[in-house]
């Protein structure tokens, strides 16, 4: 590609992944979330794929990397699930409360980012697990793209 469309990308790059980051630790108070959030990280490496080639965005996102941080979002995802249910029901048996619970509290600032729960961290893993599925998706992509366009 062109210098403009590469020094395009290095100044955008950093602005998709603040974009992205934002859209996951909001998302459980705004609209957005992991799996938004994910998709708009994962575009960056879809920017840096077309301005600088695959083999040097591969070179840095190996395919053992990808496989390690999807696993880790699905295994962290699974750990707080079990956590979150075994936490409520252990806390609701002992305690005697409610079916479900305390209701949450109503307070002047109902939508402040510390009354998520679990589920930021959540968001975090779906986040993770987008990231590196799209990521792997786009790098097969380019990778077959450019051994076809070398046989002819």
Not at 62 to 89: D, P, Q, W, Y
Not at 93 to 107: D, E, I, K, R
Request: glycine residues 14%; charged residues 10%.
């Amino acid at each position: 590609m062109s210098k403009i469309v590469r020094t395009t990308a290095r100044f955008m790059t950093p602005a998709i992944l603040l974009y992205g980051l934002y859209l996951i630790i909001h998302g459980h108070v705004s609209s957005g979330g992991g799996f938004q959030g994910g998709a708009v990280f994962a575009s960056s490496a879809v920017l840096l794929t077309v301005a600088f080639g695959s083999k040097p965005v591969g070179a840095y996102l190996k395919e053992h990397r990808l496989v390690a941080i999807s696993c880790g979002g699905a295994l962290m995802f699974i750990i707080l699930g079990f956590a979150g249910i075994g936490t409520t029901f252990f806390y609701n048996v002992f305690v005697g409360s409610s079916l479900f619970g305390n209701v949450p509290a109503h307070g002047p600032n109902p939508e402040d980012i510390w009354t998520g729960g679990t589920v930021p961290l959540m968001n975090i893993a779906v986040a993770l697990n987008v990231v590196a599925g799209l990521s792997a998706v786009v790098l097969a992509m380019a990778r077959a793209s450019n051994e076809s366009s070398e046989d002819k």
